[in-house]
């Protein structure tokens, strides 16, 4: 069972940086994609970031690309995003999400297998 841990979420101003991890366990997923969406209240579910396949192919959510940075480090399973320029509206759980494909549509969430529990990032004004 593969188990994903968020952590790195808080309370920030707006224009602080803030940079989220995610964990897996029991699970290598140095060819595999890696994710981070999140859901502001009443929102629905939006995709931030996606990395996927050996050669670490990369996109962006339009509402942070310029502002954020998806990385990952295969020696300890974990998945980063650096989140810059904070801004209120980035207010949401962001959750992490894996697959073991290297999926094409990394901004879909149906295309993701195993999702975390999320961390909240609030970003006052």
């Known amino acids: 069972q593969v188990r994903l841990v968020e952590s790195g979420g808080g309370l920030v101003q707006a224009g602080d940086s803030l940079r989220l991890s995610c964990t897996a366990s029991?699970?290598?997923?140095?060819?595999?994609?890696m994710g981070w969406f999140r859901q502001a209240p009443g929102k629905d579910r939006e995709f931030v970031a996606g990395l996927s396949g050996s050669a670490g192919n990369i996109s962006y959510g339009d509402s942070v690309k310029g502002r954020s940075t998806i990385s990952r480090d295969n020696a300890k399973n974990t998945v980063y995003l650096q989140m810059n320029s904070l801004k209120p509206d980035d207010t949401a759980v962001y959750f992490c999400a894996a697959d073991s494909r290297s999926i094409y549509y990394r901004n879909l969430s149906s295309s993701y297998s195993y999702w975390g529990e999320g961390t909240q990032v609030t970003v006052s004004s």
């Open positions: 029991s699970w290598t997923f140095s060819r595999g994609t």
